[in-house]
């Protein structure tokens, strides 16, 4: 396995208490797998992918382990997972558009990130040069100031950047999201042909709209309020998802050729539990049509099918 999470669980320190936003996740990620990542915006997809690569300094560290190519990797240490970034994890940050210094030209950065890691700028400039031809973009970038880039420019240059050390896993957290469809595509296709050309083994990309990753995931991993309600090939959890939040998260989904005034979208009624204090049980069950009294007891993710894992009494 590439990945290996085993019951991690990673809280904020807030006044009113310690959220839980990551709170007992466990799952693998095979060599040459892109997982997608979903879910509603706070369920902790996120602080997933942060907790991996642990560049947040607001992330309290309680339990868990995180191996990577059979090394157990430092997570609660920020310090010591610093030899591992880039290297060997990496990720491509939300708002990756602002993730570039404006006041430094691309060049002088992508040295310095180099040069942090014990690489010669000199050593990988042909490669360099490869692989901004392949994203779409000349060595001419290289001069040039942040704000001098579209915003699908920059995007680009950031992939690069991430991915220029061949790290083992890659992160992509919500890459597409300011990014106009044309765009969206691109970006899209250039994920999945980092993978193809071996720039990285695995790779988990987050974002909320699970069309974009039904077109690159291999496998899709649905969230909700800081567990995990699923997770499966991808071609089955949009053809017969068997938890419901993922079930209902599908079918609000708008369909090629449906009008409006045929069928009108579906949406999910109430809203996520608060996770200073979350319920006891399955955590969906206040907005879930099919809860029972065995909901007041926490589910396991366990898999009812071949790469198949569900947390749902009425499943497991």
Not at 23 to 31: H, K, M, P, S
Not at 107 to 129: I, N, P, Q, Y
Request: net charge negative.
């Amino acid at each position: 396995m590439t990945l290996q999470v085993t019951d991690l669980r990673v809280y904020y320190r807030t006044l009113a208490g310690d959220v839980r936003a990551l709170d007992g996740v466990t799952f693998d990620l095979a060599d040459g797998e892109i997982m997608g990542l979903a879910g509603e915006s706070g369920c902790g997809k996120s602080t997933l992918g942060n907790s991996l690569v642990r560049i947040d300094g607001r992330m309290k560290y309680v339990a868990g382990t995180v191996r990577l190519d059979g090394l157990e990797l430092p997570i609660a240490d920020m310090d010591r997972m610093d030899e591992f970034r880039f290297k060997d994890i990496s990720i491509i940050p939300q708002y990756a558009m602002s993730a570039l210094n404006p006041t430094r030209k691309i060049g002088r950065m992508v040295a310095d990130l180099l040069e942090s890691r014990g690489v010669r700028f000199g050593e990988m400039r042909t490669e360099l040069e490869r692989r901004l031809l392949l994203v779409g973009l000349t060595e001419a970038v290289l001069d040039r100031y942040p704000i001098e880039l579209s915003g699908g420019m920059k995007q680009r240059m950031v992939m690069v950047l991430s991915t220029l050390l061949n790290p083992s896993l890659l992160i992509a957290d919500e890459i597409t999201s300011a990014l106009d469809v044309t765009s969206q595509r691109a970006v899209a296709e250039t994920l999945v042909e980092f993978r193809a050309r071996g720039f990285v083994k695995g790779m988990i990309v987050i974002t909320h709209d699970v069309s974009i990753l039904y077109q690159v995931a291999d496998t899709l991993t649905i969230m909700y309020a800081g567990k995990l309600a699923e997770k499966a090939p991808t071609s089955v959890i949009m053809q017969k998802a068997l938890h419901p939040y993922t079930d209902l998260l599908i079918s609000s989904l708008p369909e090629v050729g449906v009008r409006f005034d045929e069928r009108r979208l579906s949406g999910i009624p109430g809203t996520p539990p608060s996770l200073l204090n979350p319920p006891p049980g399955c955590r969906f069950r206040d907005r879930c049509p099919l809860a029972f009294e065995k909901c007041a007891e926490e589910p396991p993710f366990v898999e009812v099918a071949p790469d198949h894992s569900v947390a749902c009494w009425k499943v497991a």
